[in-house]
């Protein structure tokens, strides 16, 4: 259904190239034709704007440029002849190569279009520059878009409006236009009737009236000046803000001073009327200063004004205390992010020397200081923490859509849209979690009638709820809809290769398959979730945030998707360990604990990496190992226990030097493929420390440990 | 009572567009594909509004209007033309052969609906 | 289109008045044509009544006329009567265009101005 149009452009663009064709020919045999050039232009004009209607833009920008040589002929400004021919049915096959392309969804030849376009130019005459400009301007420009920012106050407009006698001669209706502007907000319009003549002379089809309206909305200005668009030429329009919508004056304004605003009277005016004793009003008009229209209108805006003031008061009550807020553009921030890292760093520096110096006056001002910077960075972060509501808000409008697109129903809930995270981890998350939503919409939630069948409610459920914990914030994706199998899923990766036969995998494993690289549950790939991209992807961009991501799934009942995410990317707090006299840095959000390993454990244990922590065997990493250090280890090695994803690993160092507080900072793009080691950062003495990223270290250990396996067998 | 709509297009794409957007809506749409159609059209029954495309072969949208403007049952009519351009000259243009409004080409269903609802009400 | 069926009427003491009763829609379509009726039935008769009660709908055009005519007719020395022009219909479309009136115009005090509807409690 929702193709028809575009079906339609085809259909009709394929008969106007074969009369394009036909025309062209034709036009060969008699260059003077101007009906012939006629049938040619419009012909491109209407696949032009039909194309860019239905958004085969490529099609329609190419035709404009071809469209606009044929203006040229068409104003005797170019002359045919058998080049422009030929190149023009050059052209015209290739809007048909464009258009075949988007049938068959290929990939369009643009070079082919701008070598066209180049030879087409060759017959334009060359126009004087400024000239051009303004061609180019008019012809490109879309429409002047009426951006309509809403802010949240509500702001009282004066709109007087004056239209000339004829402005009904071409068929405006002046109610519609009051009733536009009453469709903005709350409105009031008083007919002026000044400029009425008598009966005689009145010419009943002209207008002799205008209009004085108080419109008090949360608009702009230009949304106003919008309504008016059609008729800026036949009216005269004044708009004036006459209230804010911030506090102002407590008191509503008093009519004198109204009409004084107007500019129709004066203050002077005023004080010689109001000698007499009475109302203001009435005075203003025995005085003939004003009529009674004026009069009216200011009595409407005294009115309106008053009730304002009144809400505004009413409500102000209701939402104590009102704070106060200021706009910072984001960079200045990151600016101010990036100094306190620095000065982290420095203030680690400084405590280091304090304390080998044993100075005691130096080490108590290293202390204050480092104090100073702990709230220091506390409070910068602070200011870049957005609420993450602003993400979900869009993802209704998405959740719609794909709604209305795939024929289901779906409500959409959201918790926790006041959660806070870092502005710049906001951002990334954007994507992840459209696919995964995406992903809920598509595959998750049934069609309204299979849910129905299943006696579960014809309206499936997406879930969307952010919550804190600790230093990070955890995101619920969860839908009522199908689930998934965990037989089908172990299916689907044994014949991807992912896993082997004799592969035992209990349910969280399997269910975390799907983050796999290559893996994907349906058969079909859709247009919605489909586009080659797979969960791994959205694995990938979590774990750049530092963050973990896990799936559960009931069958029949829906899916969750958790993803645990850190509340700022600038800084962490860690731990520092030694390798061979190198320093790395392991994020401590995800360390249990330290233990010892000698070498006595290691005998122990036969030669498999697994350390006896309190009763429990907890596998570990070699970091010497891993990473290739030669030399031998000391005696008594240290292993950091850590859990990510909900499995304990543990990782084997020479030395931990203790908690350290680490500016993260990228390693640029040399090392983009260093998928273990995930940034840097400079320590106290200036040297550099790396951070491991523990998630990928520990799916490393777990190929080499499947390819051991497979080397003992 | 539906209010009744002559949509005039050579375009026959725009012309399904425009028809389905408005009968959507509620209105009551007749087609024509070019300005002499709209003409013949438009002397059968009265309508209250008319919208037409500027280029059109036999008859284009402008010479249309203002021979419709010039008959005394389309004086007042609201008239809109769909264009490509929108620069002061054609508005100029227009105005002079009678448009009430435009409405400047490629637009959305949503943005037609409101510029018809401005001209009729 | 408006259509109007006009009668006279005489009183128990014999004044006789033309009577407009109209129906339909008062627009800019067929203003001319009111104006027209209106003039014509002003120098036939010292009184006439217009009355809206079937009118369904009117533009400004139609209320423009109006005020301009109420004068008219009182400049004459002649009485013009507007019923049923608060009928709900009409009161919306007088709200609407900002014609309604709390103290009267420039051209008309409250006493005369048809635009004050001194018996809008009841409606």
């Given at each position: 259904m929702a193709d028809l149009p575009q079906q339609a452009f085809r259909e009709e663009a394929y008969e106007l190239l074969a009369e394009l064709e036909t025309a062209l020919l034709e036009l060969e045999e008699c260059p003077d034709d101007m009906e012939v050039v006629g049938q040619i232009f419009r012909a491109m004009h209407t696949i032009k704007g039909s194309g860019a209607m239905f958004g085969f833009n490529d099609i329609s920008s190419f035709t404009h440029e071809v469209e606009t040589v044929y203006d040229l002929v068409r104003n005797g400004q170019v002359h045919v002849n058998k080049a422009l021919v030929e190149i023009s049915l050059q052209a015209r096959d290739h809007i048909q190569n464009l258009l075949d392309a988007c049938c068959n969804g290929a990939e369009a030849d643009l070079a082919t279009g701008t070598e066209l376009i180049a030879k087409l130019q060759q017959f334009m005459p060359p126009p004087e520059p400024q000239l051009q400009a303004d061609t180019q301007l008019q012809a490109d420009t879309p429409p002047k878009t009426v951006a309509t920012t809403e802010s949240h106050e509500l702001k009282t407009y004066r709109i007087m409006f004056k239209p000339h006698p004829h402005i009904l001669q071409n068929g405006t209706k002046i109610s519609a236009l009051l009733e536009e502007l009453a469709d903005l907000g709350t409105c009031r319009s008083i007919a002026q009737m000044t400029r009425l003549p008598s009966f005689e002379e009145l010419?009943?089809?002209l207008c002799y009236v205008s209009w004085n309206v108080l419109l008090t909305s949360t608009c702009d200005e230009d949304a106003i000046r919008d309504v008016f668009i059609f008729v800026e030429d036949d009216a005269d329009l004044n708009i004036h803000l006459i209230d804010t919508g911030e506090e102002g004056e407590e008191e509503g304004q008093r009519l004198g001073d109204i009409l004084i605003g107007r500019g129709e009277v004066t203050q002077n005016d005023i004080d010689r009327v109001l000698?007499?004793?009475?109302r203001i009003g009435e005075m203003l008009v025995d005085a003939g200063l004003v009529d009674q229209d004026q009069i009216e209108a200011a009595l409407q805006e005294q009115t309106v004004i008053r009730e304002i003031q009144e809400q505004r008061r009413s409500k102000k009550a209701e939402k104590m205390p009102v704070s106060s807020s200021l706009r910072v553009p984001a960079e200045r921030l990151d600016e101010l992010v990036n100094l306190v890292g620095e000065m982290v760093t420095v203030q680690s520096r400084l405590s280091q020397v304090a304390a080998l110096r044993h100075d005691a006056d130096l080490y108590s001002i290293a202390e204050e200081v480092e104090r100073l910077t702990e709230e220091l960075r506390d409070s910068t972060l602070n200011i870049r923490m957005l609420p993450i509501g602003s993400t979900f808000s869009k993802f209704k409008r998405l959740v719609r859509d794909i709604a209305s697109n795939l024929c289901k129903e779906v409500d959409f809930v959201t918790a926790g849209a006041e959660t806070e995270l870092d502005k710049t981890v906001i951002e990334q998350l954007n994507d992840p979690l459209v696919h995964i939503m995406r992903n809920c919409m598509d595959h998750g939630i049934e069609m309204p009638d299979v849910r129905e069948a299943q006696g579960k409610p014809r309206l499936g459920t997406v879930f969307l709820g952010a919550e804190h914990a600790g230093d990070s914030v955890i995101i619920e994706i969860r839908d009522d809809g199908k689930g998934l199998s965990t037989a089908k899923l172990r299916e689907k990766a044994l014949a991807k290769g992912i896993i082997n036969a004799e592969d035992s995998l209990n349910e969280r494993e399997c269910y975390q398959?799907?983050?796999?690289?290559?893996?994907?549950?349906?058969?079909q790939v859709s247009g919605l979730s489909g586009r080659g991209v797979g969960m791994d992807v959205v694995k990938r961009a979590i774990a750049a945030l530092r963050g973990s991501i896990e799936l559960h799934s009931t069958e029949g009942a829906g899916t969750t998707v958790r993803m645990q995410i850190p509340l700022t990317l600038a800084i962490i707090e860690s731990l520092r360990v030694t390798i061979a006299g190198a320093s790395f840095i392991i994020?401590?959000?995800?360390?249990?604990e330290c233990v010892e390993l000698t070498y006595a454990d290691i005998e122990e244990a036969h030669g498999r990496h697994l350390a006896k922590v309190r009763g429990s065997l907890v596998p570990y990493i070699p970091l010497r190992k891993a990473f290739g250090v030669s030399g031998a280890a000391p005696p008594v090695q240290q292993i950091v226990i850590t859990r990510t994803g909900g499995r304990r690993l543990g990782f084997v160092v020479d030395h931990v030097i203790g908690e350290h507080q680490t500016v993260i900072k990228p390693l640029g793009p040399l090392y983009k493929n260093l998928r273990t080691i995930s940034g840097g950062t400079i320590l106290g003495d200036g040297s550099i420390a790396l951070i491991l990223d523990l998630a990928q270290l520990m799916h490393q250990a777990d190929t080499l440990e499947k390819q051991v396996e497979i080397e003992h067998e | 009572m539906a209010k009744t709509v002559l949509a005039v297009d050579d375009s026959r794409s725009i012309l399904q567009m425009v028809s389905f957007t408005l009968k959507g809506a509620g209105y009551t749409v007749v087609e024509a594909t070019n300005g002499q159609e709209g003409l013949a059209q438009a002397q059968k029954q009265k309508f209250d509004l008319v919208i037409t495309d500027l280029n059109m072969p036999i008859m284009d949208g402008l010479t249309m209007v203002q021979k419709l403007r010039a008959s005394p049952s389309y004086k007042f009519t609201p008239i809109l033309m769909l264009s490509t351009e929108a620069g002061a000259d054609f508005k100029a243009k227009g105005k002079a052969a009678g448009l009430t409004g435009w409405l400047v080409k490629p637009f959305e269903p949503q943005k037609l609906l409101g510029v018809v609802k401005k001209v009729l009400g | 289109m408006f259509e109007i069926e006009k009668k006279t009427v005489t009183s128990p003491t014999g004044e006789q008045r033309l009577h407009y009763q109209v129906s339909g829609t008062i627009d800019i379509e067929s203003i001319a044509e009111l104006k027209r009726l209106l003039l014509e039935g002003l120098s036939s008769s010292e009184h006439l009544v217009l009355d809206?009660?079937?009118?369904e709908d009117v533009d400004f055009t139609a209320l423009q006329l109006m005020c301009a005519f109420n004068i008219y007719a009182r400049e004459q020395g002649k009485i013009f009567e507007l019923k049923n022009r608060f009928t709900p219909p009409i009161s919306e479309a007088i709200r609407r265009l900002g014609f309604m009136r709390e103290t009267g115009c420039s051209k008309e005090r409250k006493d005369h101005c048809l635009w004050v509807n001194s018996g809008a409690a009841k409606a």
């Open positions: 010419d009943p089809e000698a007499k004793s009475k398959l799907i983050f796999a690289p290559g893996f994907s549950t349906v058969e994020p401590l959000t995800a360390v249990e | - | 809206w009660n079937a009118v």
